[in-house]
């Protein structure tokens, strides 16, 4: 299904969550000078306007990313990537995690980055150029398993599919649990939505009884509108590097306080 299209959904508050926890590791893993692999499976297009006809329908940026930045201090990875892609692109220009990681990371690591949608990945190409980056316009769940292990072995993967494909919620696990016996060493992301129905329970069941070790972070929102089924958002991390538990906690108090 490629109907999905994340413009919409730009700088919401999932995209907070998602994309300070992501900064947060990867100025972990850049703190040593060893090089390091990025893979993301759906990447979007890397690039949004927060002033364009799909982000202003929904409105959802105003509650998330622009009424948020107070949480993180000035130094903070998350902060500074916006900042880096507003100063390129305009005030209005908003990262998704793919530009995220490529504004963060270093001209020694390596970024790999699928896209099946014809006109996202378009997109995606023109706004990632950069000799370490890499876009594939290909299913993820596969670009993955044929790139793994990456070499360099240190690294990340974001696992972020639309959830519009009911079957996702059974391909993930699987899909996880088969790249983590080919990368060991690989942190692994995946974000997912907080239904009303509870689509995610039996998913992070299977997932945890496969990963006792992994951390799952889970936030409470107002539905972006009336009869909006997503009411939260999460990210199951396994691997995930030292400190991240706290400073998923100070995030956790931070969603606590919206009404």
């Known amino acids: 299904m490629l109907s999905y299209q994340h413009a919409y959904h730009a700088g919401n508050l999932a995209d907070v969550q998602k994309h300070a926890l992501l900064a947060q590791v990867l100025a972990y893993l850049t703190r040593k000078d060893k090089p390091l692999s990025y893979i993301e499976t759906h990447s979007g297009r890397g690039l949004y306007d927060l002033t364009g006809v799909e982000a202003q329908k929904t409105g959802e940026a105003a509650k998330g ?6 949480w993180f201090a000035a130094d903070h990875p998350y902060r500074q990537a916006v900042q880096r892609v507003r100063k390129t692109h ?3 220009a908003y990262p998704g995690s793919p530009l995220i990681a490529q504004s963060l990371l270093r001209p020694s690591d ?4 699928a896209e099946l949608h014809p006109q996202e990945f378009t997109a995606l190409r023109q706004a990632l150029r950069a000799p370490n980056t890499r876009c594939y316009h290909q299913n993820g769940f596969d670009l993955a398993q044929s790139l793994c292990p990456p070499e360099p072995r ?7 599919p639309s959830w519009e494909v009911k079957t996702d ?8 649990a088969s790249i983590a016996r080919k990368w060991n060493v690989g942190i692994l992301m995946l974000w997912y939505p907080i239904l009303r129905d509870g689509s995610h329970k039996a998913m992070l069941t299977s997932l945890s009884n496969s990963f006792p070790d992994a951390l799952r972070h889970e936030v409470s929102f107002p539905a ?3 009869g909006h089924r997503m009411i939260g958002s999460g990210m199951f ?3 995930p590097p030292w400190g991240l538990d706290d400073f998923a906690r100070d995030l956790s108090r931070n969603f606590a306080r919206l009404k």
């Open 65 to 70: 990313v622009q009424a948020t930045q107070s």
């Open 90 to 92: 305009g005030k209005t």
């Open 110 to 113: 390596s970024l790999h980055l």
């Open 154 to 160: 240190r690294g990340v993967m974001v696992i972020d």
């Open 169 to 176: 919620y059974q391909t993930v696990p699987k899909f996880m």
């Open 224 to 226: 972006a509108r009336d």
């Open 237 to 239: 991390i396994v691997n």
